[in-house]
């Protein structure tokens, strides 16, 4: 390709918007462009990544027995009914009506169509196993599209569905899907780690995430030090002493401090002068119909998911379960959100096993603008009960094993799930097994974000003057650069070479714009494209020509007679490795 020919906009500024390095420079690269909140379009350098994303994809997903079929974008409402997820999914669904006030969505995943597909044409066990896959555009009106590609409205997802007789069979196609996954995302040379997570809405079943390790990650996870363990902090279990302990500090006297307009833990430690581990949180859920109290310590995250099991093993209705809104907090508490403390709250109160040891903390005082000092449990608060509550962090002793929990920031890139007969028992997806007995389909999906994984590989491949693609991903593999373009030798071995490359298969780009050696370079290391061959005037007089990988400082002189042979070993070698 002739970059005089290709239509490839950089920018020089970084657009005002952006804040994390892959959303900056594929703008400023000229990979995408936004047209909406959260919608983009892929410029053809994104496109030509992207394609090479699916492709390797693809690949792993067929070499691992699935099989590629393309489903509808548009769905109809009828089948998240029967599902029961036309209630449930919340305004993430985008929704809309045909001409004749019919209902449908656009799909953000795909169980309800594929189970559909299946049920209808699928009767015996003798058809299992099945897994098929699809690479498609998917839409979630997500609350916080933010970080370019990374959290988009409209995004490329790979999604597969497995189905089985029995559990014992899912399990197999989970675990091949397990080392397919490892195989794409080795392929991408990701530093990753596969965690275990939240399952959701389904009890007791198998979940890990595919978490490519990078500070703007949007998800927090810990992974032991001593053994395998590694997990989403959603999910992630510690070990706990469970301490009765009190300190043997003397119960102060409760008092109530004013405190103007200071709703977070971060601006009341600073404005008392205290530290937030001295404060306990109080966070208000809504179970069933039921209001309950949760208390962790100023510096700890509660964990919904252990609070959720927690409620449910006490019998509490947690069909529905939800953080209370501003309006109910209000109401609970008599102050505005910020001020919830558990003094004289009438609800259940359950507590974190961090804080039973604390004396003398600190709490909102359900009044607003103050806050309660020295306060203390049995004499100011009850507790229906402590339990570990909260969210592991760096530092924790790990569930498994004890050892030391180290915490990372995470991009989740992929997600696999054990479905079991969630929607096949809804739908009623029934097959016949060996038996003879009509059973329901065990069902797993998987998915990856095809264009975050764009923004997940620059987030990981860059510096400051641009990014730095893997080999497996580039736009190009190389680009051949003649600095000289009035002079006829530097142009037309520039053109011998390009041929040569192209000849042998290889994606080069040929820099044929009428520009100085310094915008060359430029754009050479904002597009991030791995191998550049610059021919210059003083060089070619000595038969030599500049060679320089986009990773490396320095570049080589390389004779004339051997650089088309040099080039193509080096991508050669760069293919054994991915
Ligand atoms: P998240 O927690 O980031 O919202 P999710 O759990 O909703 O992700 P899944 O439903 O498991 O995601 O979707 C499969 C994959 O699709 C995710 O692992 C992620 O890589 C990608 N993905 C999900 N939502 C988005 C989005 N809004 N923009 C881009 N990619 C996304
Ligand atoms: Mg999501």
Redo the contacts with the bound molecule.
Sequence with gaps: MRYSKMFMPTRREDPADAEIASHKLLIKAGFIRQVARGIYTLLPLGQRSVRRIERIVREEMDKAGAQELLMPAIQPAELWKESNRWNEYGPELMRFQDRKQSDFCLGP?HEEVITDILRNDVTSYKQLPINLYQIQSKF?D?IR?RFG?????E?I?KDAYSFDVDIEGANKSYDIMYKAYEAIFDRFGFEYRAVEADSGNIGGSRSH?FQVLAETG?DEIVSCQSCDYAANVEKAEIQIAKSEIKNEVEAGTLEEVYTPKMKTIAEVSTFLERKPEDFVKTLIYLAGEQFIAVLVRGDHNANELKLKNLLKSDGMDTTEFRMANDVEVGKMTKAPVGFAGPVGLKMPIYADLSVAPMANFIVGANKKDTHFLNVNFERDVEISEFADLREAKGGDACGKCGGVLESFRGI????IFYLGTKYSAAMKARVQNKEGESCPLEMGCY???I??ILAAVVEQNHDEKGIMWPMAIAPFQVMIQPLQMKNEDVVSTAETIYKALKDAGIDALLDDRNQGAGTKFKDFELIGIPLRVTIGARGLAEGKIEYKKRTDEAFEMIPLDGIVEHVICDIKSFKLNT
């Design positions: 995943t979630r997500e599209p590609l990374m959290r988009g409205r995004f997802m995430e949007e989740e890139v992929g997600h998915g990856i974000g264009t975050r």
